[in-house]
């Protein structure tokens, strides 16, 4: 199932230039909200809408988590990698779109392609 | 299981009544509503140079997902916040409950917390008591003061708005079935407010100071925090025979989840029968008064990815006609109003939902 590209449609969501200024753009395309991330000039696009209560998941802040290092010692990790739901502060991976605390709730992600310094999303 | 359930979403619903939607009042905003001499006290221009000293209320220093910024809370210090914040959870009557003054209970200085709540309660009832618009509230009392306590009741009990008494019960000093706080239970019995009870997980640090310091951590410590101080207090309070002396007073316990009412119903009948002596007040078994006189609202509802069990749950304490729907906004563990709807679909009749989304609730608060 590699190739399904051609049913699947490109929708224009911001230049590469904007992302670059703003880390993320949330577009909304056939009637759902999606965030595309910027991540070190690697694109990310995840849905806006949060697995717990349907908060706006993408838009709270995007920063890297706490976790601990070989020694157990608390160490900061995942910088600009993780992006917390307002609402009650889920966390998110936003390159797999993976709830931190539980692998079984993840956000939907989609495809994402980069054309011309332009970057669209794939449904 | 239920056949024909007409209640889909929130909208469908007769009334929604929020049981908990919290102001986030600041010290600052009731400061100005406050008596003498305290007034005069606290007017002083300069004073405190180290930043925390003018903290009347104690904190708890926790560092919390609000403070990390992972959760982006709103404010609630105007009436327009409060009507944003219904419109998003589609309610029509809130029962409004202080955010600082859940602490009220910690305040270091006893005729000073009684001086607080007075302002509080004028400043709730000055700023956003509106009942043609959905808005009502709750005379908050101190805990360390009872008759002042009782005193605000006589005051505010009847005016337009005003539904309940509130105590708040975290950081209380003895445990609320004390004979101290009759005077607040014997001023809303006469009123004919029920009395709500509400913690706040950083309270612990006064009637818990040695696990609250050993816990060290947001997360360890509000676990267990709401359950266990409204366990306390429930257990001095039906042991004392508080709802033998009050038997027209209503109770309603205020978010710590659903799971523990069960087991603390059975655990105190099981331990009743061998301890009758402590509690000879009693005529019925304990768990006949909780199901009586003590109502609970809903939030924080754990479990809410296992529909059996919220289900097995609400049955195991009659939650059909015992529970009250509540959304705790804008804290930062609110449960938006679709939360428990979405379990109770198909399950429960009906004329369930429509109780605990609002039906108990017109008949339990003196609206
Ligand atoms: S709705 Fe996103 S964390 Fe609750």
């Known amino acids: ?123 | 299981m239920v056949e024909t359930s007409k209640i889909q979403r929130i909208s469908d619903l007769d009334t929604v009544v929020d049981c908990d939607f919290h102001l986030v009042e600041r010290q600052s905003d009731i400061l100005p509503y406050i008596e003498e001499p305290f007034n005069k006290m606290l007017s002083r221009s300069t004073g405190d140079d180290y930043g925390y000293l003018s903290n009347l209320y104690p904190t708890p220093g926790f560092l919390t997902p609000v403070t990390t910024g992972k959760v982006q809370s709103e404010t609630v210090r105007s009436p327009e916040d409060v009507r944003r914040g219904m419109e998003m959870l589609e309610t029509d009557r809130s029962v409004l409950t202080p955010t600082q003054n859940l602490y009220l209970a910690c305040v270091h200085h006893d005729e000073l917390a009684g001086a607080l709540a007075g302002a509080y309660n004028e400043y709730l009832l000055d700023t956003f008591i509106e009942p043609n618009e959905g808005l009502y509230g709750a005379v908050v009392v101190p805990p360390q003061k009872p008759q002042r306590g009782a005193e605000e009741i006589e005051k505010h009990g009847d005016e337009d708005g005003i539904i309940a008494a509130f105590v708040p019960s975290g950081g209380v000093h003895p445990p609320l079935g004390n004979s101290q706080y009759e005077p607040i239970y014997e001023a809303a019995e006469s009123k004919g407010l029920p009395v709500m009870m509400h913690n706040a997980a950083g309270t612990m640090m006064k009637n818990f100071p040695q696990q609250f310091h050993g816990l060290d951590r947001y997360l360890s410590t509000h676990v267990p925090a709401h359950a266990m101080q409204h366990m306390v207090n429930l257990s001095s309070m039906i042991t004392q025979g508080i709802p033998v002396k009050y038997p027209e007073l209503n109770f309603i316990i205020q978010e710590a989840g659903i799971g523990w009412i069960p087991y603390f119903m059975r655990r105190f009948d099981a331990e009743y029968s061998g301890k009758r002596e402590d509690a000879p007040m009693l005529n019925q078994q304990p768990s006949d008064y909780i199901r009586d006189q003590f109502y609970f609202t809903s939030q924080p509802l754990e479990g809410a990815d296992d529909p059996a069990y919220i289900e097995h749950t609400l049955r195991l304490f009659d939650g059909g006609n015992n529970l009250m729907f509540s959304s705790d906004y804008p804290h930062l563990d609110f449960d938006h109003s679709d939360e428990l709807l979405k379990m109770l679909r198909g399950k429960f009749s009906d004329e369930e939902i429509e109780n605990i989304y609002g039906q108990t609730a017109l008949s339990v608060y003196d609206f």
């Not at chain 1, 307002?86 to 054309?115: I, M, N, Q, R």
């Open chain 1, 1 to 123: 199932m590699s190739d399904t590209t051609t049913d699947k449609k490109r929708y224009f969501v911001a230049s590469t230039a904007e992302l670059e200024s703003n880390d993320r753009v949330i577009a909304e395309i056939q009637g759902r909200e999606i965030a595309v991330f910027d991540v070190d000039g690697e694109y990310y696009a995840v849905a806006n809408y949060c697995v717990h209560q349907g908060g706006p998941a993408c838009e709270g802040l995007l920063s890297g988590t706490v976790t601990v290092n070989e020694e157990m010692e608390l160490s900061y990790d995942q910088e600009g990698e993780v992006v917390a739901c307002p609402w009650h502060g889920w966390e998110f991976d936003v390159k797999t779109g993976e709830h931190l605390a539980s692998s079984e709730y993840v956000l939907p992600t989609y495809d994402v392609v980069v054309d011309d310094c332009k970057v669209y999303v794939e449904l």
